[in-house]
């Protein structure tokens, strides 16, 4: 039986869009490894590495982190999965990321999950929460019952600055001018694969079957034997 190559796959969207949830999905069911560059970044920030340190330096001054100093980073992790399929996250952002990478391995897919800024504004406007639990509410999926107030300890609930209206607005308008040449980079290849909508839900079955001509589904029993 022919062994099947090994998938090489980045997942793409801007903030807000699900790419959390979705690469949980694709975590699930078909058993890859998820490399996220923004959880890789505070873990090495929180352990104080040499590019933890450098990486902090850079957000604190407001700053993007360098191509050179990101992509040592996702590199060195990469070498450590050689033998798995993988998802990138986070990565690459700019083009001369993709190059770096190209020059590693070869990518296979790039998953973009193409949602309406407006659809992300209104998801990511909606958010609250309250700061002392962390208990997140939305405003049009699970809104508290009493507006502005926590249900459990009738504290009020707050808006993060990440997610006010005219910093949505400002992070939209960096991931498009940052990230559009990437997209284009990878369509000229032919591997860009958009999936458009304005609901996870609603888009994760496209990926799916995307996906399991890829690889199989390893969450369901019959397809859950180890490789």
């Avoid at 890859?32 to 990486?55: F, P």
Wanted: hydrophobic share 35%.
């Amino acid at each position: 039986m022919a062994v099947r190559p090994l998938l090489r796959a980045v997942i793409m969207g801007p903030p807000g869009s699900g790419k959390g949830t979705v690469s949980a999905r694709i975590i699930k069911h078909f058993g890859v490894k998820h490399l996220s560059s923004g959880d890789l970044l505070r873990d090495n920030m929180q352990k104080k590495t040499e590019v933890g340190i450098l990486a902090k330096y850079y957000i604190d001054q407001g700053q993007l982190i360098p191509d050179d100093i990101m992509t040592q980073l996702m590199l060195n992790e990469i070498k450590g999965l050689d033998r798995y399929n993988w998802l990138l996250d986070g990565f690459p952002r700019t083009v001369a990321q993709a190059e770096a990478l190209d020059k590693e391995c070869h990518i296979d897919t790039v998953i973009d999950l193409d949602v309406p800024f407006e659809t992300i504004k209104c998801r990511l406007t909606a958010r609250w929460i309250h700061p002392a639990s962390g208990r997140v509410y939305n405003l049009e999926f699970s809104p508290p019952k009493v507006q502005g107030i926590d249900d459990i300890t009738g504290e009020p609930l707050v808006q993060r600055d990440d997610d006010k209206p005219e910093t949505v607005s400002k992070r939209l308008q960096a991931y498009d001018a940052q990230t559009k040449p990437v997209l284009e980079y990878y369509r000229k290849k032919g591997l860009l694969k958009s999936f458009s909508g304005t609901e996870t839900n609603k888009i994760w079955p496209h990926i799916y079957a995307f996906l399991q001509t890829k690889l199989p589904d390893v969450s369901q029993k019959d397809a859950a034997n180890p490789r």
